[in-house]
């Protein structure tokens, strides 16, 4: 199962995500997180990325689609994966479509977060992450996810921020890409909407990403039990 999720930054897309994962036993491929750990051990990768990140801007994608695709390739997703933060924009889809085409394969499901643009932004702005598990949600914008005092809600564990989460200029500029309808993020979304439109696959999974994680998480999963012909794919 080769499963897209997209959502803007402040959809909880991490979230749901993991739940994808749970679910389909598929490696959870989030390219930011992969950008952050080489940045935290202070590769080469990371150095290149390392600017580009923190100013909000896309890695090069002649850097980041060989890294996604060289990462599919691993043995963890033979049986598929969940890639979360790539396609980010339509040349990024574009060669994706193209690189699972020369395999016979293609994406067999598209998933995707409907926010709009100001309520993304404070939800972003309100997020700590866990050090001890980032798929801890603490929210100090989100009442249901309000941390423990200063501490995560689920674990304890110490809170902190992502430096790029506090910078509404990198905010802005993430967003920007998000909502590109020409070369964008939602351009790489209708991209494969209409591969969708006139072969039938991917499948197409919209949430209202208004609703709390838990509504979200259940509208996610009921429609995941209808799509029984994915599900022993
Ligand atoms: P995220 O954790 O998804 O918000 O990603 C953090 C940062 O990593 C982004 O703002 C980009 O600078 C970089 N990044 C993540 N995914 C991609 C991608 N598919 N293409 C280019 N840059 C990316």
């Not at 691993?74 to 979360?84: F, R, T």
């Not at 394969?105 to 309520?119: F, K, M, N, Q, Y």
């Not at 995560?152 to 809170?159: N, Q, S």
């Not at 964008?184 to 999974?205: E, R, W």
């Amino acid at each position: 199962m080769k499963i897209v999720f997209f959502g803007p930054n402040g959809s909880g897309k991490g979230t749901q995500g993991a739940v994808v994962e749970e679910r389909y036993q598929i490696p959870h491929i989030e390219t930011g997180i992969i950008f952050r750990k080489n940045i935290s051990k202070g590769t080469e990768l990371g150095e290149k990325a390392k600017a580009y990140i923190e100013r909000g801007e896309l890695v090069p994608d002649e850097i980041t689609i060989p890294m996604v695709l060289e990462r599919l390739k691993e043995a963890d997703c033979s049986n598929g994966w969940l890639l979360d933060g790539f396609p980010r924009n339509l040349i990024q889809a574009v060669r994706l479509d193209e690189a699972l085409r020369r395999e016979g394969a293609g994406v067999d499901l598209l998933i995707e977060i409907i926010l709009e643009r100001e309520i993304a932004k404070e939800r972003i702005m309100g997020r700590r992450i866990c050090v001890n598990d980032n798929n801890h949600p603490n929210n100090i914008n989100i009442e249901a996810i309000k941390p423990n005092g200063k501490r995560c809600r689920i674990c304890g564990g110490d809170l902190k921020t992502r430096d790029d989460d506090q910078d509404e200029a990198a905010i802005d500029q993430r967003h920007d890409i998000y909502y590109d309808t020409r070369n964008g993020t939602l351009a790489a979304i209708q991209y494969f909407k209409d591969l969708s439109d006139s072969s039938g696959i991917p499948a197409i999974v919209e949430l209202d990403g208004k609703r709390s994680i838990q509504e979200v998480t259940r509208e996610l999963a009921s429609r995941l039990e209808k799509l029984e012909f994915l599900n022993s794919a």
